[in-house]
């Protein structure tokens, strides 16, 4: 049995999209906090703040459904990709487009570079392109090794910025150098990729496949725990994405079944079931911090739920209990000094 006891507590839920989200992300800290964007079905993406969830900004300009963003490492840029056959990048700060890329079929994922000067792209085609940001009229570079007809439905660059990976409908996870040109390791799963996490210190894969969730060696590409979530599965959906907290204590999931659940990272056993979402979910991350993490899904919501222990909880509760309490003596404090 875990001894990991989590508290519950309602989510906050960010409004503002119209349909379904396909997908969110938290940045790592930049000089302006924390944020969290998300790409949805209503031809958006939104960029929120990452510590109260407030909206910052609109990308607005796709003519299809928007299945993923990116903001770049200082959170400068943003690329989206979309339904309308095109990748775009825009000015992160003054929501302005400041380029597209057409592709020739439905685009699902892009990712750029740690030193931002590539972006990578892949969807429908089962065809990685990677555009030079310091030359971006010039062609891309292509990479092809998925199955023809199956769409590549997540791409990550490593921190090495030669080297990237690619997963999707074909049941594979492929580790591309771009140096040489070609894949150089793969591997594969029992279902459909839908979600591959790096952890913020580079060591450590999550990869949501089919119905399970599993753990790997972000160097060695050795398997560490595999977890199978099959109550997750339902309306066709299995496992479509999880997120592993920042002191391995926890990790999160959501798929078919409407509900978002949190695991313990040693045993797999289930800590909290998070219900509120009314559909399924399509994306769940934790915050660069630990202390919160954010789902996505069908009903077109995010919702930030709070990741605190039981003793943690308590303790926060009492403290702000205690600071309340205090409030009003300090006014009267006050008024009588202002009296005398």
């Known amino acids: 049995m875990s001894s990991l006891i989590l508290q519950a507590s309602a989510p906050l839920i960010c409004p503002g999209h119209s349909r379904p989200i396909a997908g969110i992300e938290f940045t790592n800290e930049t000089e302006d906090g924390v944020f969290l964007l998300s790409a949805c079905h209503d031809k958006t993406a939104m960029i929120r703040s990452g510590e109260t969830g407030d909206w910052i900004g609109t990308f607005e300009g796709h ?120 894949e150089a390791a793969q591997l594969t799963f029992g279902g459909t990729v839908n979600s591959v996490e790096l952890s913020r210190d580079a060591k450590t894969l999550t990869i949501a496949a089919g119905t399970e969730v599993s753990f790997w060696d972000a160097r060695s590409y050795q398997c560490l725990k595999r977890f199978n979530l099959g109550v997750v599965e339902a309306n066709g959906y299995g496992v479509n994405s999880a997120s592993l907290h920042p002191d391995r204590k926890a990790f999160v999931a959501g798929g078919g079944n409407f509900w978002v659940y949190v695991h313990d990272y040693e045993t797999g056993e289930e800590l909290l079931c998070n219900k509120g979402h009314h559909g399924p979910v399509y994306g769940t991350r934790f915050a660069p911090d630990g202390k919160t993490y954010a789902s996505g899904g069908d009903d077109g919501t995010i919702r930030i739920w709070t990741f605190a222990e039981q003793g943690e909880a308590q303790a926060a509760a009492e403290a702000a209990a205690d600071e309340q309490a205090a409030e009003p003596a300090d006014a009267s404090a006050t008024a009588s000094g202002g009296d005398s």
């Open 63 to 182: 003519k299809g459904a928007v299945w993923g963003a990116a903001l770049n490492p200082d959170a400068t840029k943003c690329a989206t990709v979309s339904g309308d056959f095109s990748a775009k990048v825009w000015d992160a700060l003054t929501g302005d487009e400041l380029l597209e890329f057409k592709h020739k079929h439905i685009v699902r994922a892009a990712d750029w570079s740690s030193d931002s000067r590539q972006l990578l792209t892949g969807g429908k085609e089962a065809k990685l392109r990677i555009f030079d940001m310091n030359q971006p009229n010039s062609e891309p570079y292509i990479l092809n090794g998925h199955e023809a007809g199956k769409a590549i439905k997540v791409v990550r660059w490593l921190p090495e910025p030669s080297l990237f990976l690619s997963a999707g409908d074909d049941k594979t996870l492929r580790l591309w150098d771009v140096r040489a040109k070609a």
